[in-house]
């Protein structure tokens, strides 16, 4: 209930009830709400300074789920790009080096990944954190080049691997007559005595004295490419092709149980020791070339030898005699 005010008058010595003007109410009410708005607009302005909305801390949870999730992929690439340089070291310093080629141009594994309008899309859409999203993608597009590269250099290792193996089985690398067998090695490479023309004449192979019917072995893998009867000569002869520039000849054998054009690998039976075409006894008369040139057998035989026989039919090779056959 409104007060009731009186003013007191002189004149009249009574008091007198103040009337309150509608003008009056009116100012008065006016004023009240002004003072009311000022006050919850003050309130209002305290309230979004010292204290966050529901939305916003909605929002700010939002962004620091955003920002924890970014550091983590951060450091999952980061992770992978170590992974990957280390891959690359062990690729140039010891997969191609043990394979004999040549390490991945540095400025190839260090080139950039695109030009300067690259992430134009991103940069004019106005992102917000737009600085980390454009680091995460550079980092993304520099693995996915990394990993181009490790792949192709992994395509062309496992290439070369295989080519490797293929090089090793190729390569001449056993007796041809086991050293179980009673052999002998009765000729080396070099300048040797001819046994028909008792001249001193090239011998282009060595020769392994054993009796007929001794068997004869393939020294690497390759394909038959000349079986051949003669009765001067090598007499009875077999040819391989290894591939990578090798070659081997069988001659003087007793029998021959391959065929032109059939693959054999090292170590499978090709014929047996015989004394056919221009010998003097029986003996194996082998030979290695190595593109086309003819070479000194008595090198490959380190799959069969230790260092001490190696070194016996080395000396035993050295010795200047008389040669079996051609």
Do not use: W
């Not at 695109?114 to 940069?123: C, F, L, M, P, S």
């Amino acid at each position: 209930m409104a007060k009731i005010k009186y003013y007191y008058d002189t004149e009249s010595c009574k008091y007198i009830r103040v009337k309150t003007s509608t003008g009056d109410i009116v100012l008065n009410a006016l004023g009240i709400l002004s003072l009311t708005i000022a006050m919850a607009v003050g309130l209002v302005f305290l309230h979004s300074n010292y204290f966050e909305s529901p939305k916003e801390v909605r929002l700010k949870n939002e962004v620091k789920e955003m920002e924890f999730y970014f550091e983590e992929l951060q450091k999952k690439v980061t992770s992978l790009d170590k992974n990957l340089s280390d891959m690359a070291y062990r690729d140039d310093n010891i997969y191609r080096v043990v394979l004999g080629s040549e390490p991945i141009d540095k400025s190839i594994r260090e080139a950039g990944v695109g030009g300067a309008d690259r992430y134009e899309d991103i940069k004019n859409k106005d992102i917000d954190h737009e600085e980390v999203i454009l680091k995460l993608n550079e980092s993304l597009d520099k693995l996915r080049r990394k990993v181009y590269i490790e792949s192709k250099s992994h395509d062309e290792i496992v290439e070369l691997a295989e080519n490797k193996e293929k090089l090793f089985a190729a390569i001449p690398a056993i007796q041809p007559i086991p050293k179980k067998q009673t052999v002998v090695l009765a000729s080396g490479f070099g300048i040797r005595i001819h046994p028909i023309y008792k001249v001193r004449k090239m011998h282009t192979g060595i020769d392994f004295a054993a009796p007929i019917g001794t068997p004869i072995y393939a020294t690497a893998d390759g394909v038959i490419d000349n079986v051949e009867i003669s009765f001067t000569g090598y007499g009875k002869k077999v040819e391989i092709n290894h591939g990578f520039g090798y070659r081997t000849r069988y001659a003087h054998m007793h029998a021959f149980v391959v065929r032109n054009g059939q693959t054999v690998k090292r170590g499978e039976l090709i014929g047996f020791v015989g004394d056919t075409g221009l010998s003097t006894a029986p003996h194996l008369h082998y030979e290695v070339f190595i593109n086309g040139e003819q070479v000194n057998p008595i090198h490959y035989f380190f799959n069969d030898l230790n260092p001490a026989e190696y070194a016996k039919i080395i000396e035993l090779a050295s010795i200047e005699n008389q040669s079996l056959g051609m």
